[in-house]
């Protein structure tokens, strides 16, 4: 039997192109649960994306764009998407760590369904 | 900003009674806190449930926090409370606008815009509107930007298009928010940090140089992008833009800040 949370993660994981996805607290940076490649360090990627997604979630809000529900980076070497789980600032969020060539719709759809899913069983 | 709501929470403890509850959850609002804020303009709904202010601060939260039926509700309740509540009618426009109603959307902030002849911003957002009513329906509007040939998809400009400096300073460019109000420079300083937020955790998992970072955030999608003389270009676009369609803008915003470069050396 699947535990809940690898349920919850397992689609994203299995995505052409994704190293690493991580269903973390956002306010303390530390993983609640992730599914990752030997190469990837689950707790430094939570930890900063963690970081980087309040970051940008508190700019967002203060720019009075309001609350941000997915933040993606692109780089030269990878791609970085968090999306929040749960419409409450502080929530779950879910981050993926993915090949800078894998396919950013597929990314963005099966993250969202993750997120949902997260809140969900949360 | 804390000093005002340090100020408006006194006044308010000292009358709990008084009306003060409504700048000070506008200012909690403005101050990235949704849930205090809520807080407070529920409970001074409860004293005050026919003030239509107070029910336009209320959907605003609710707005920010991307609740858009229950911002609906507030903004409805607020217009019939007061008829032709400017506020109410901009938000109800800026909410019609996000679930594609344009015509509904041009005509809540044409009424706003007779009721409140002199607010330059809702007179801007009922350009753009009509700007983007005439791409969609393929006319030949002087206003149009880019009027899209009949038969062809419809194509969405951004809301607005800033070039940043390395200090967070505005090159050029105009963004402004749902109410009309020009936010161009706080919008630059506050999403410009950000880069440098990104660059570091770039850096540490070994990532390499950023291309991109976008936020889909409950009123416009954002998005940024690295431009010579280690400024930022910045483009936000209706929430729900196509994530194809906004990545292009920012291509074309990155072109056009080399452009800028080129042309200022």
């Known amino acids: ?122 | 900003m804390s000093d005002e709501i340090g100020r408006l929470s006194d006044l308010l403890a000292g009358d709990p009674a008084s009306l003060a509850f409504i700048p000070l959850a506008d200012a909690l609002r403005r101050g990235s806190q949704p849930d205090v804020a809520l807080r407070v303009v529920l409970r001074g709904l409860e004293r005050h449930a026919y003030n239509a202010d107070a029910h336009d601060v209320a959907a605003r939260i609710y707005a920010d926090i991307g609740d858009r039926e229950r911002a609906k509700d507030e903004w409805e309740m607020a217009l019939k409370i007061t008829t032709g509540h400017v506020g109410a009618l901009r938000g109800l426009g800026f909410l019609a606008f996000q679930r594609g109603d344009l015509s509904t959307a041009e005509r809540h902030l044409r009424d706003a815009a007779e009721r409140a002849p002199h607010d330059a911003g809702i007179r801007t957002a009922l350009d753009r509107l009509r700007a983007t009513r005439a791409v969609e329906n393929g006319s030949n509007g002087a206003s149009a930007p880019a009027a899209a040939p009949r038969g062809t998809y419809a194509v969405a400009e951004p809301l607005g298009e800033l070039l940043i400096d390395a200090n967070g300073l505005v090159l050029a460019g105009e963004l402004r928010d749902h109410t009309g109000t020009d936010v161009s420079a706080s919008v630059g300083a506050e999403l410009t940090g950000v880069r440098a937020e990104a660059e570091q955790a770039l850096a540490r998992l070994g990532l390499g140089e950023w291309r991109a970072l976008s936020i889909d955030a409950a009123s416009a999608a954002v998005g940024l992008a690295p431009a010579p003389n280690g400024a930022v270009t910045l483009v936000a676009a209706a929430p729900g833009t196509a994530p194809g369609l906004f990545r292009r803008h920012l291509q074309r915003a990155r072109q056009r800040a080399v452009s800028f470069f080129e042309a200022t050396v």
């Open chain 1, 1 to 122: 039997m699947i535990a809940p949370l690898d349920a919850v993660l397992d689609p994203v994981a299995r995505t052409r192109g994704v190293r690493a996805v991580v269903l973390a607290a956002e306010d303390d940076g530390v993983p609640v649960h992730a599914i990752t490649q030997t190469d990837v360090d689950a707790e430094t990627l939570t930890a900063l994306g963690c970081r980087l997604y309040r970051s940008a979630r508190l700019a967002s809000e203060r720019a009075g764009f309001g609350a941000s529900s997915i933040m993606h980076v692109e780089a030269e070497g990878g791609q970085i998407v968090v999306a929040r789980a749960g419409n409450r600032a502080g929530a779950l969020v879910v981050i993926v760590l993915a090949d800078s060539d894998a396919n950013t719709g597929a990314l963005r759809l099966v993250l969202s369904r993750a997120a949902t899913a997260a809140a969900e069983a949360a």
